[in-house]
T-cell receptor, first 115, second 114 residues
Framework: AQSVTQPDIHITVSEGASLELRCNYS??????LFWYVQSPGQGLQLLLK??????LVQGIKGFEAEFKRSQSSFNLRKPSVHWSDAAEYFC?????????????FGAGTRLAVHP | GAVVSQHPSWVICKSGTSVKIECRSL??????MFWYRQFPKQSLMLMAT?????????EQGVEKDKFLINHASLTLSTLTVTSAHPEDSSFYIC??????????FGPGTRLTVL
């Protein structure tokens, strides 16, 4: 069965510091991987996705993620965090790339940013 | 980009009443819509998948007679929580997808049942 693990429930970083949010997935076939961000009381916004090809994918808001098949990981990174990045981040896996494939979400990582 | 709206954004109702939540794709035709439920400080749990003109497919453990889903058009899906009880209080989020390979999420509806 598909599953996603986000080991860090809560992370605090200083503004301007680098960020890495961890995500590990379990899936028998080729995974389709996503990172979403959710601001308080809001829906989810897609940051980036990986389907195939280059294992380093660029997203919006200066985020990137690297797919490592050997480690079953898809960690999210940002070189310099801004206060506006404080939010909840969800990693998700799907069986296929199409929008009709259901997403399996991790538990989320709440990011706090200190000034 | 694709925009998905939900209405209402929040609702408070009495126990035993029914509540309808609308999910609309504003600038694209959504062949598939998903309904999720999110408890405080927890992840999203998929409740059901609906395709336009077809019956919804419910996830295991979700009562289809309690959570009625209708996807009557390519831009509208509704979730009706029937005979709501306090344990149904939650944040309900929909997503929609069309010809693109991405799900676009609505802003969510917070339901509080007294």
């Amino acid at each position: 069965a598909q599953s996603v693990t986000q080991p860090d429930i809560h992370i605090t970083v200083s503004e301007g510091a680098s960020l890495e949010l961890r995500c590990n997935y379990s899936y028998g076939a080729t995974p389709y991987l996503f990172w979403y961000v959710q601001s308080p009381g809001q829906g989810l916004q897609l940051l980036l996705k990986y389907f195939s090809g280059d294992t380093l994918v660029q997203g919006i808001k200066g985020f990137e993620a690297e797919f490592k098949r050997s480690q079953s990981s898809f960690n999210l990174r940002k070189p310099s965090v801004h206060w506006s990045d404080a939010a909840e981040y969800f990693c998700a896996v799907a069986a296929g790339p199409g929008g009709y494939n259901k997403l399996i979400f991790g538990a989320g990582t709440r990011l706090a940013v200190h000034p | 980009g694709a925009v998905v709206s939900q209405h209402p954004s929040w609702v408070i109702c009495k126990s035993g009443t029914s509540v309808k939540i609308e999910c609309r794709s504003l600038d694209f035709q959504a062949t598939t819509m998903f309904w999720y439920r999110q408890f405080p400080k927890q992840s999203l749990m998929l409740m059901a998948t609906s395709n336009e003109g077809s019956k919804a497919t419910y996830e295991q453990g979700v009562e289809k007679d309690k959570f009625l889903i209708n996807h009557a058009s390519l831009t509208l899906s509704t979730l009706t929580v029937t005979s709501a009880h306090p344990e149904d209080s939650s944040f309900y989020i929909c997503s929609a997808s069309g010809v693109e390979d991405t799900q676009y999420f609505g802003p969510g509806t917070r339901l509080t049942v007294l």
